[in-house]
């Protein structure tokens, strides 16, 4: 009990030190005092209902799932049609009700097209991702199943909530909460951030990119009427072109998706000043989009982002080594957006803000000074109740719950959580529970000395027992913690956190620092009696 090592008592301090100082800057915040700018500042995030800011609900166009599984399948089709030997000749494509159907120029082929779409059909590992059926002896109808409809909206939306997440970190603000609401909508909530507009118009923006090649066979009169050819389609030019007003007339199939971006960067033209954006594929993209460019020399192709082209620039040469370059009406602040929204890659469905709201700052403050209230109470009668209950090993459990406060602050500001108002709730739960340690260790020292133990002995074994409990109330309370952290979002992870730090931190306080102070008073003094 009284051999305590020297590296023990220093590696506790330091323990407690480092983390004291790392809840500085945090503290400091809220008063007049600067904490210097050259050193490190780790501090802790105030969520929405605290900090104030935005909050935007988002529901996705699921719509466009199962159009763009039918495009997918569509062109998966022609091209494992072409690459049967011999080749399959097929026509009268059609995707219309929510199904592929196709005729197939030697109805002998229907079972050599089977055997080529068996593989295909299947790209989600569902055993009935797509059903095949054959009507009139020649037209092969290829239909979605719901089961597969459903896994691919799904999985949109988990990339969707990506790219909202990755998006929202490149405008640099911090500790934004990202969540899923339901299977089509996305809540986003942005703590300090009081105009959404810049926001909303990034999360509006799908980014969908898309190099097709102009069908020049086109009636510039049919176009002008919405009326494309066979096999194409028609997009408008953005706003700000050139062109504006007009419409465009492109081949439907065999373009590039910018999927297979790996960087974007906004620009300026050096001959023109004129914000662009550069643009640069990965191995796989960059072949594609040389064999484009290569094949197609001469000829016109659009670059089409979000169904609109913006701009149509003929091939000249080749375009080897997988970079390009975007121009349009762009602005700096335009351009630097996209260069974002591409970076962060297309989301694949549109994004619509269904709801907006923005919370001022003085409920949160608000909030702030009824919690820190509720603290200051509820810590000071703690620290009565035990100094008068228990002596000087009460005023050893006060000094062990400031540290456990410090520590706490200390160690989120360190791991950058973020603070909610049910995390403060968390604070002051964990400032009654802090000293749950310390009354079962002091109260079984009570026990053993009425036993007729030794002071030493007493103390000694108080520890040693009230310590099996105290280890198993927090395991239980730890389980707890992190269900709600796992299974929790928002303000509930906010209370898991503060939760379980509490837990490491309590335990941490009172039963180890306290054991120390304890014993280093033991050595000093060799009391005869304890007043306890």
């Given amino acids: 009990m009284l051999d305590y090592p020297t590296w023990k008592k220093a590696f506790y301090w330091a323990l407690c030190a480092i983390f004291m100082l790392a809840a500085l800057p945090s503290l400091l915040s809220f008063t007049s005092i600067r904490w210097p700018a050259a050193l490190p500042s780790p501090t802790i995030n105030l969520g929405l209902d605290l900090a104030g800011g935005s909050h935007l609900l988002l529901e996705a166009d699921t719509a466009q799932v199962a159009q763009q599984r039918l495009e997918t399948m569509e062109e998966s089709v022609r091209t494992a049609m072409r690459g049967a030997e011999p080749r399959i000749q097929i026509g009268d494509v059609s995707t219309r009700g929510g199904r592929l159907s196709f005729m197939l120029g030697n109805p002998g082929d229907i079972d050599r097209a089977r055997e080529v779409l068996m593989p295909i059909m299947n790209g989600s590992g569902l055993s009935q991702d797509w059903t095949l059926s054959v009507v009139d002896g020649s037209r092969i109808v290829l239909t979605p199943s719901q089961a597969a409809l459903e896994v691919a909206v799904k999985d949109a939306m988990d990339v969707a909530v990506e790219v909202v997440r990755k998006r929202i970190d490149e405008l640099g603000t911090r500790e934004p909460t990202i969540l899923r609401q339901g299977d089509t909508r996305i809540v986003v909530q942005v703590p300090g951030l009081s105009d959404p507009s810049a926001l909303k118009e990034l999360l509006g923006q799908t980014a969908k990119l898309e190099f097709k090649l102009v069908d020049e066979g086109a009636l510039p009169s049919d176009v002008a009427q919405g009326i494309a050819p066979p096999g194409s389609q028609i997009f408008p030019f953005a706003e700000g072109s050139p062109q504006q007003g007009t419409s465009l007339a492109v081949k439907r199939l065999g373009g590039i998706r910018g999927d297979n971006l790996v960087g974007a960067n906004a620009s300026v033209d050096p001959q023109t000043n004129e914000p662009l954006v550069n643009i640069q594929f990965d191995s796989t993209g960059g072949k594609r989009f040389a064999d484009l460019t290569t094949k197609n020399v001469n000829k016109p192709f659009a670059i089409i982002l979000d169904n609109e082209v913006i701009s149509a620039p003929n091939i000249n040469e080749?375009?080897?080594?997988?970079?390009?370059?975007?121009?349009?009406?762009?602005?700096?602040?335009?351009?630097?957006?996209?260069a974002i929204a591409l970076r962060s890659g297309a989301l694949p469905v549109d994004l619509?803000?269904?709801?907006?709201?923005?919370?001022?700052?003085?409920?949160?403050?608000?909030?702030?000074?009824?919690?820190?209230?509720?603290?200051?109470?509820?810590?000071?009668?703690v620290i009565v109740l035990m100094i008068s209950t228990y002596g000087r090993f009460g005023i050893y459990s006060t000094f062990a719950l400031v540290l456990n406060v410090?520590?706490?602050?200390?160690?989120?500001?360190?791991?950058?959580?973020?603070?909610?108002?049910?995390?403060?709730?968390?604070?002051v739960l964990t400032i009654g529970a802090a000293v749950d340690a310390n009354v079962l260790i002091n109260e079984r020292i009570r026990e053993e000395r009425k036993r007729g133990r030794r002071v030493v002995t007493a103390i000694e074994t108080g520890y040693k027992e009230a310590s099996r409990a105290i280890y198993d109330a927090n395991v239980t309370n730890l389980i707890a913690g992190a269900l709600l952290f796992i299974f929790g979002s928002g303000p509930v992870r906010g209370f898991a956190v503060v939760l379980v730090i509490g837990l490491f931190t309590s335990v941490f306080t009172a039963v180890s620092m306290t054991r120390m102070w304890v014993a280093s008073w033991l050595r000093k003094a060799r009391p005869a009696d304890l007043n306890i």
């Fill in 318 to 338: 080749p375009i080897l080594g997988g970079a390009a370059r975007i121009s349009g009406s762009f602005t700096p602040e335009s351009a630097n957006n996209l």
């Fill in 352 to 381: 619509t803000v269904i709801e907006q709201r923005t919370v001022g700052p003085d409920l949160g403050a608000d909030s702030i000074r009824k919690g820190m209230i509720a603290m200051a109470i509820g810590s000071l009668l």
């Fill in 406 to 427: 410090l520590m706490i602050l200390g160690i989120m500001a360190i791991l950058n959580t973020t603070l909610t108002l049910p995390g403060i709730a968390g604070f």
